[in-house]
């Protein structure tokens, strides 16, 4: 499995980018997508997932309502639209997926390990 993060950059707050992630390498059906980010010394966060099969979401708290993460199949592409953009997402953002045998019903709880992951994008929200 590989995957290409894309769409970082410099933006002032309340403006919006749109990250994509671009999978590859086995069918995505019962497999779940997801972005994580990390800031400067702090740890790595959940944002938000997607089931492949369904589209059923999952967010952070601290997202929920700006962003939106979405499953383009026919590009076999993850995006996540990232809106009122705060300069606390200033953040490398990290695509993952990971196989999920209830996908179906929704993402699962945030804990569960991802298998494989994309490089980060760095996105830089200036006030």
């Known amino acids: 499995v590989q995957l290409q993060a894309s769409g970082g950059g410099l933006v002032q707050a309340g403006g919006s980018l749109r990250l994509s992630c671009a999978a590859s390498?086995?069918?995505?059906?019962?497999?779940?997508m997801a972005w994580f980010r990390q800031a400067p010394e702090k740890e790595r966060e959940f944002v938000a997932a997607v089931s492949w099969t369904g589209g059923r979401t999952r967010y952070a708290d601290s997202v929920k309502g700006r962003f939106i993460i979405s499953v383009v199949k026919a590009r076999n592409t993850v995006h996540l639209q990232m809106n009122s953009l705060k300069p606390e997402d200033t953040a490398v953002y990290y695509c993952?997926?990971?196989?999920?045998?209830?996908?179906?019903?929704?993402?699962?709880?945030?804990?569960?390990?991802?298998?494989?992951w994309g490089q980060g994008t760095l996105v830089t929200v200036s006030s």
């Open positions: 993952a997926t990971t196989f999920f045998q209830g996908s179906h019903y929704g993402p699962p709880d945030p804990s569960v390990p991802y298998n494989y």
């Open positions: 390498g086995r069918p995505f059906s019962n497999y779940v």
